[in-house]
């Protein structure tokens, strides 16, 4: 019964107690299963039919996709019974081929991704955005980096010969873990670890000779290590800093910080400092002086890495449909436009589902979100199979079918065509990429939101509160060093110290965020917001880049491998 009428055994025993106790049948025999088939299961079913063949009215033209798809499982079924059985005279069915047209099992998929994608088939309600398609500004350059002028932008699709290849601290993060077991001393520990790394990192950059307990009442000037908290559960500002001592000379020991000697400063909470200043009582600092925070160093390439070939790299952030549609017409336009460019290396962020999506908090989908998720990067990985570019999947933690946790680790996808596993790549958040030995930074976390939101800053020369931040995440080497992270953020701290920390300096830092776009080279790192490709119900923008590996002379100083950079509308 439940193979014939689609029910889980629990929900079709919980509707036979309803049927028994409401046709007051006390004993379960087989004729009370036969009642329970022919009135209640037959009756159902027949009306599902009868609204599917109504609703079909409307939409048939629309899944004709859907009924492809059957006729080819169907015609997979047979061609396996086919294979069990023994072959007899004029019991083979004729092959609706030609000679010219041989069948094979799997073809190469001709169909165009508006084929590929049906919303229909999970969407009672897939209307296209009349805002989305109204938009007069498609494909408007918005911000510019480097000599774009007069740059043809067009890839060698998989014409060229590309390294990618993951760097990890000191490995990556390549499959599931279980999480929610971590205990309170065990995020002490990492964040103590954090603490004592970076101070030795800073005391030996700096030779300063001995750092001094946070509580030691002091005349003179001293050296303080620790890490920067509120005294309360409100917002950091300039009256609530305080400075927690690291383990070995502070014992963890916190004392209140005073700011008003300092003429800039740019501090959030879980940041590791060293402070000098005087501390006459031992009960609060009065900060003199703050050290700058001291990045990694580049990635060396080898001679593993490839050649020193221009690459184009394009880059793109979801969500891939706007908020009062799921008919995913951006992501199709996206399509479009690999397919015409033909990028070297497509890296693309999460979330594919929203889970801020209307009609994905409301349960409006009629699949699986599990099955939705997959119709849609098939369509991705059909769809540019033809532009031959290389692909590169990062999961968000608002991808409604994937691991809420961070780290997070790669999306697991086993229907993977064969000829698409060599282009085809699936890494966590964050993950840190090698292209040609050009270093990627990847994450789809919205660093820059979250850490705005708890940043105090005081400074005499033009705010630039981005580069600000960006600054912090590159001397902190740490993908997320906001501690205690956004409430929306589920943080498993003993992978995040395995997972999450910055192997190197990136060449090139790529921070999706809600904020404004922008390209910026800071210290040395360029970092790009290609903002997402939705904005609501409008369309957003993407990011391209060329890079290329440069030689240095000796005695020549490091020069970047992005040569331009641009972000555009979709």
Same mark, same amino acid.
């Given at each position: 019964m439940c193979v014939l009428y689609g029910q889980n055994e629990e929900g079709l025993v919980g509707e036979l107690i309803a049927f028994c106790t409401s046709t007051q049948k006390a004993h379960l025999t087989a004729e009370t299963l036969?009642?329970? !088939? $022919? !009135?209640? &299961?037959? /009756?159902? &079913?027949?009306?599902?039919?009868?609204r599917a063949f109504k609703d079909s009215g409307h939409a048939g033209a629309r899944d004709i996709v859907s009924i492809q798809e059957l006729i080819e499982v169907e015609e997979e079924e047979e061609t396996l019974l086919n294979s069990y059985s023994t072959p007899s005279k004029g019991s083979r069915k004729r092959d609706i081929t030609? *000679? !010219?047209? *041989? &069948?094979? /099992?799997r073809k190469v998929s001709t169909r165009s991704p508006h084929q590929l994608l049906s919303p229909s088939s999970f969407s009672p309600s897939a209307t296209p955005s009349q805002k989305y398609n109204l938009r007069n500004n498609r494909g408007e350059v918005v911000t510019s980096f480097g000599s774009a002028q007069g740059v043809s932008?067009?890839?060698? #699709? #998989?014409?060229?010969?590309?390294s990618l290849k993951v760097l990890g601290c000191p490995e990556s993060l390549t499959g599931s873990y279980k999480s929610m077991f971590q205990k309170l001393p065990d995020i002490r520990e990492v964040l103590t670890c954090k603490i004592e790394e970076l101070g030795s990192e800073l005391k030996e950059h700096y030779k300063i000779e001995a750092f001094t307990p946070v509580l030691v009442p002091a005349q003179e000037p001293v050296t303080l290590l620790g890490q920067i908290g509120c005294d309360s559960n409100g917002k950091l500002n300039n009256k609530s800093v305080i400075l927690e001592g690291d383990r070995e000379h502070s014992s963890g020991a916190q004392v209140p910080v005073d700011l008003s000697e300092l003429k800039e400063y740019s501090l959030f909470p879980g940041q590791v400092v060293v402070m000098e200043g005087i501390n006459t009582t031992g009960r609060k600092l009065v900060a003199t002086k703050l050290y700058e925070g001291v990045p990694l160093p580049f990635y060396q390439p080898t001679e593993e890495d490839g050649d020193f070939e221009q690459n184009m790299v394009l880059v793109a952030c979801g969500p891939y449909t706007t908020s009062d549609s799921i008919t995913y017409e951006p992501l199709l336009d996206l399509i479009t436009v690999i397919n015409h460019d033909r990028p070297d290396v497509c890296i693309l962020f999460g979330?594919? &589902?929203d889970a801020k999506h209307e009609q994905v908090e409301n349960c409006l989908l009629t699949s699986p979100f599990e099955d939705v998720f /997959?119709?849609?990067l098939r369509t991705i990985i059909e769809g540019t199979r033809s532009s031959g570019s290389l692909l590169v999947f990062v999961p968000s933690l608002r991808d409604v079918q994937h691991e809420p946790v961070y780290p997070q680790p790669p999306f697991s996808y086993f229907d993977? @065509? @064969?000829?698409d596993r060599k282009r085809v790549h699936f890494v966590s958040d964050p993950c840190t990429l090698s292209v040609n030995g050009v270093v990627f930074g990847l994450t789809s976390t919205d660093?820059?939101? $979250?850490?705005g939101a708890e940043e105090i800053s005081s400074s005499s020369r033009t705010p630039d509160r981005f580069s600000r931040i960006l600054k912090h995440i590159l001397t902190q080497r740490s993908?997320? *060093?906001l501690y205690p992270p956004q409430e929306d953020m589920a943080i498993d701290y003993e992978n995040f110290y395995s997972y999450a920390q910055l192997p190197v300096t990136p060449d090139v830092f790529v921070v999706p965020s809600e904020l404004r776009y922008f390209v910026k080279d800071v210290l040395g790192c360029v970092c790009v917001n290609p903002g997402r490709l939705t904005k609501g119900q409008v369309g957003g923008t993407y990011g391209r880049l060329y890079i290329r590996r440069q030689t240095t002379e000796d005695g020549e100083g490091r020069r970047s491998p992005c040569v331009t950079a641009q972000v555009v509308r979709i």
């Open positions: 036969n009642s329970f !088939e $022919h !009135e209640f &299961l037959s /009756k159902r &079913l027949s009306r599902a039919q009868h030609t *000679p !010219e047209t *041989p &069948l094979t /099992k932008w067009s890839g060698r #699709g #998989g014409a060229g010969i590309i979330p594919f &589902l /997959k119709q849609c993977l @065509p @064969p000829e660093l820059l939101f $979250h850490m993908y997320y *060093p």
